[in-house]
Every structure is written in structure tokens, then in C-alpha cells.
């Protein structure tokens, strides 16, 4: 557990004394004339709308600027504990579900329930699950931005080309795999359905439903026989040649594969839309449904949140950001720009609108029937060890049954040793 406790004693240096965050040049802290605040995030795609709803908020608080720090997605994380042991960490910045609890255990985050209450934030109008996601030991240190489900992608060309039905809300697994089958097409190197390994991990025990699970209570479900027969699913497939190994994915994504037409079915976030938009061949024939229903209908659910740094000297004015991207404003703004879902209730129809060609409802439908992704103090570490436990089944090896028993009782010391 070397990487754990690594990781801890970085964000445990970061909660010790250090110097005040860094602010643009004239820039001034809380009280001394306009105030900067610097906001973190990872997706390109999204300044654009981060711009805009920035200006509507500037409009609305004319003494306070707000600049966007873009770190790309494969250091923002090493980053982030860099610069908060070194005290320049953004005043505001993105946080996800795998690594909010670690951050809030080691008191990095200013906890915003008493803000909440003081300003009427309408955390009542975003989904009850996200909140949940992002409040730790009662107290709630993150307001979701957005959201995204996991919905089923497919190639209609395809479909048309082997004479089967599209997909749609009616569908079971069972319905799934039997068109995997026919779709596969060995001479042409099309497969009927194609995923990403940590998305099966997480998803095929929650599509079940019925007491499959990954994480509850503080125990890993990954043990549990109706996790085993989400896990089993898909394996299966692979085995019968429907799907593609894991092995096979090293230079090809499943993603990629599906864009490239050589996978017929995909399951994808709907955050993948605007991609799969800007694709001229999906967005002629692609198309999206709901995931298709194991012991009952289920998704998973996941979402971006907004936090503030506990050792920003310009937390008011932070905190005035942050509420203002809780509001309907923002999220309005958000919706508009088509690249996620805006997680306040009421705002998506201009998500929906800006893709007409794609069926998108079907991911604010399923947020009703949703799992929140798992997570715990440390998620990362039991994380990682899904991939040399599973891996070897998930490349048509077989063994899922063990491996899948075998990652329950690590995962369960792995959990119990980070409430320790």
C-alpha cells in the first residue's frame, strides 16, 4: 500500500501551513479591490461555455475576474497535489467522484454547507445522487456542475447492413448479445459489440441490478454472485468472438473502434456525444438508446463538481463563483454549448437541441434509475486492482468466476485498511 500512503502524506502536506495561493498581477485577495479568482479544469472542449457563463458571472459581479488555468486531463491530478503542497492551487477547481473523498478527508476543501444555507443555494435542483457524491462526514464540500449516464451507442448502417432491428428501451442483454452475434462479421474485423475494460468493471455489475453491486457500505460487491453474472456477460462474449479482448484494445480503443465502424454497439457516457457528433459518418447513421435492462434497468451515474481550495486567501469571492455556477444562469450557458449535460433540473433541453440528429433524452431518462459511481476515501487503490485480477479474463482467458472473488477480498482489506 506504498501508493497510498504516498498519495496521503501529499495531500496531508498540503493541509499543514503553506503560502497564500498566487493571484494574477493586480490582481487582489478578498477586500482590496478587484478580486482574481483562478479556476481549474481539464476539458478544452468546455472553455469555450466556461467563457461565457465566466462573463454572465463577471456581468453580475463587476469587482471580481475569474481565469481559467487549463491543465490537460493526464497531469491534472499530479498537478493539482503539486500545487497544493506548494500553496497555488486555483482558488476554485473541477473535482470527480474517485478523488473527492481523499481531498476532503486531508481538509484541502473548504466546506460549503454554512454557505449553502447563508445564500439558499439550490442544491435541491440537481440530482440528489450527485450531491450525496460530493458531501463527506455530513458536510458538503462540492456543487455539481454536470452530469453524464451511460447510455448504448449503435452504428445503424451496420444494423441496416445485417437486416436487425436498432436497438431500443425494449431490449434486454439477452437481446443485446444475440444481435452481438449476428453482427460480428470475423472477414470484415466487425464486432457485434465493443467496451472499455474500467468502464465494464464498474458498469456490468450495476447493470444487473438486484444486488449486484461494486461498492456498498463500505465492502466490495465484487463477490457477490449476481456481480459475477454482470462480469460473465460480457467475458462470455468475448470468449464467443462477439466482442473484442481487452489485448485487442492496446492501440484501438473501444471508442475508437466504434467511431471507425468496425464495432456496431458501444456503451458510452453521454459526455461522448459532441465526439460522436463530430463524427460525419455517427452523425449520419449513429444512433442512441437506453442501456438495456439486466434483473432491472439501471446506469451509472456520474458528474463533475466545483469546489474551493481551503487555503485560497480569496474565499468570498470564490465562493460568489461557485454559487453562481449552482444557478440556472450558468447552467443554462452550460447546456447550450452541447458538450455535457448541465445537472440543474430544467436546463437540458438545449442540450437535447444541440444535437437533434441523436436521440439524447435517453440519458436524462435513465438518470431516474442511476448508481452513483463508486468511491471511497481511496479509490484509486482498490481501482488498480481490478486491472491485473480481471485482465487476463476480460482478454478471453476465462476465470472471471475467481478473479472476480479473488478482487472482493483485496478490495475489501484495501477498503478496510483506509478506515483504519
Request: aromatic share 10%.
Amino acid at each position: 500500500m506504498r501508493r497510498r500512503t504516498l498519495l496521503c502524506s501529499g495531500l496531508a502536506a498540503a493541509s499543514a501551513p503553506v503560502l497564500a495561493a498566487c493571484s494574477d498581477e493586480g490582481g487582489g485577495a478578498d477586500g482590496g479591490g478587484r478580486t482574481t479568482v483562478s479556476y481549474g479544469m481539464w476539458d478544452p472542449a468546455q472553455v469555450p461555455g466556461m467563457k461565457k457563463i465566466i462573463a454572465a458571472f463577471e456581468e453580475e459581479h463587476p469587482d471580481i475576474s475569474v481565469r481559467i488555468e487549463l491543465t490537460p486531463w493526464a497531469s491534472y491530478w499530479t498537478t493539482l497535489k503539486t500545487s497544493m503542497r506548494g500553496g497555488t492551487a486555483p482558488d476554485v477547481f473541477w473535482m470527480n467522484a474517485v478523488n473527492f473523498q481523499l481531498y476532503a478527508a486531508h481538509d484541502v476543501l473548504e466546506p460549503l454547507s454554512e454557505h449553502i444555507d447563508n445564500d439558499r443555494t439550490p442544491v435541491d435542483r440537481h440530482p440528489e445522487q450527485l450531491v450525496r457524491l460530493y458531501s463527506y462526514d455530513g458536510v458538503q464540500y462540492g456543487l455539481p456542475k454536470d452530469f453524464d449516464t451511460v447510455g448504448l451507442w449503435y452504428n445503424k448502417a451496420l444494423f441496416d447492413k445485417a437486416g436487425i432491428k436498432y436497438p431500443d428501451t425494449t431490449w434486454t442483454w439477452d437481446d443485446l448479445r444475440d444481435a452481438a452475434a449476428e453482427l460480428t462479421n470475423p472477414r470484415q474485423r466487425v464486432h457485434g459489440f465493443c467496451s472499455e475494460m474500467h468502464r465494464q468493471f464498474v458498469l456490468y455489475p450495476a447493470i444487473f441490478g438486484a444486488g449486484g453491486y461494486v461498492l456498498r457500505d463500505g465492502r466490495s460487491g465484487f463477490g457477490d454472485e449476481r456481480s459475477v453474472e454482470g462480469l460473465r456477460f460480457l467475458t462470455d462474449m468475448i470468449d464467443r468472438g462477439w466482442s473484442p479482448p481487452q489485448s485487442a484494445m492496446v492501440e484501438s480503443t473501444a471508442r475508437v473502434r466504434y467511431w471507425s465502424e468496425k464495432a456496431a454497439m458501444v456503451h458510452d457516457l453521454s459526455a461522448m456525444a459532441g465526439q460522436m457528433y463530430a463524427v460525419p459518418a455517427l452523425k449520419d447513421h449513429g444512433g442512441v438508446t437506453a442501456l438495456p435492462r439486466g434483473r432491472e434497468r439501471a446506469t451509472v451515474i456520474h458528474g463533475l463538481a466545483n469546489v474551493i481550495s481551503a487555503k485560497s486567501d480569496k474565499k468570498a469571492a470564490a465562493w460568489k463563483f461557485v454559487h453562481f455556477m449552482a444557478g440556472r444562469r450558468a447552467a443554462g450557458i452550460q447546456a447550450e454549448s452541447g458538450v455535457t449535460i448541465s445537472s440543474y433540473a430544467g436546463t437540458q433541453d438545449a442540450w437535447l437541441k444541440s444535437m437533434p440528429e441523436f436521440d439524447l433524452r435517453h440519458f436524462l431518462d435513465m438518470e431516474k434509475y442511476a448508481t452513483p459511481y463508486p468511491s471511497s476515501k481511496n479509490t484509486a487503490v482498490w481501482e488498480n486492482l481490478q486491472y491485473p485480477l480481471l485482465g487476463a479474463a476480460f482478454s478471453g482467458k476465462g476465470g472471471i468466476e475467481d478473479a472476480a472473488r479473488t478482487l472482493g477480498k483485496q478490495m475489501d482489506r484495501a477498503l478496510k485498511e483506509e478506515r483504519s
